[in-house]
């Protein structure tokens, strides 16, 4: 299986700051020249959101602030200027193998 | 509109067995593959298995946990996708979510734009 490891496990945020959270697979998960991570916002009560694919690929409808980076074993997710909305758990996933595993959340709150 | 909804949760017994079920809409699942996350209470997401679509010959794969224990089958005639659960464990509670990955992104293995609200289950005795 491939690990997949993120950082911060939680983290809390002034409104209007950045936030970065950081996302280390335990291979390669690049396929055909793509980087086959995605990430999720999961808040309780309802079933995660897409928000970026393919490494930095903004799904339809999902914030500009939102934006991913990062290729090979190393990915990031970073909110531009954050929003009392965008307190969530945020997770990556890779897709380039079953079983397609998820990193452990990262919390997100408001300082 | 896309729509998935799942169904069939509840309490079961250690060692025991339960049927969850996907009912889509506004889609054709024989077209679709379909996956199964899920979530224990106080943790976080985990992957528990998919069934491709008929064009991948309805390939079935599984988590770890999971592996010889669940099964996944689909019924195209009513747009329904199961997930059959047998030997059931405490750690087995969950909510279990359906899903649908993004149509044509460009890879055989894509990640999850539409999911169901999620149906509980339980395993106690």
């Known amino acids: 299986d491939i690990v997949m490891t993120q950082s911060p496990d939680s983290l809390a945020v002034s409104l209007g700051e950045r936030v970065t959270v950081n996302c280390k697979s335990g291979q390669s998960i690049i396929y055909n020249g793509k980087n086959s991570l995605a990430w999720y916002q999961h808040k309780p009560g309802q079933p995660p959101k897409l928000l970026i694919y393919w490494a930095s690929t903004r799904e339809s409808g999902v914030p500009a602030r939102f934006s991913g980076s990062g290729s090979g074993t190393d990915f990031t997710l970073t909110i531009t200027s954050l929003q009392p909305e965008d307190v969530a758990v945020y997770y990556c996933?890779?897709?380039?193998?079953?079983?397609?595993?998820f990193g452990q959340g990262t919390k997100l709150e408001i300082k | 509109e896309v729509q998935l909804v799942d169904s069939g949760g509840g309490l079961v017994q250690p060692g025991g067995s339960l049927k969850l079920s996907c009912k889509v809409s506004?889609?054709?699942?024989?077209?679709?593959?379909i996956h199964w996350v899920r979530q224990a209470p106080g943790k976080g997401l985990e992957w528990v298995g998919r069934i491709r679509s008929g064009a991948y010959n309805s390939a079935t794969a599984f988590g770890t946990s999971v592996k010889g224990r669940f099964t996944i089958s689909r019924d195209d005639s009513t747009n329904t996708a199961y997930l059959q659960m047998n030997s059931l464990k405490i750690e087995d509670t969950a909510v279990y979510f359906c899903?649908?990955?993004?149509?044509?992104?460009?890879?055989?293995?894509?990640?999850?734009?539409?999911w169901g609200q999620g149906t509980l289950v339980t395993v106690s005795s």
């Open positions: 996933q890779q897709y380039y193998a079953t079983p397609h595993t």
């Open positions: 506004g889609f054709s699942i024989s077209d679709s593959a």
């Open positions: 899903s649908r990955p993004i149509p044509n992104c460009g890879s055989v293995s894509c990640p999850f734009d539409s």
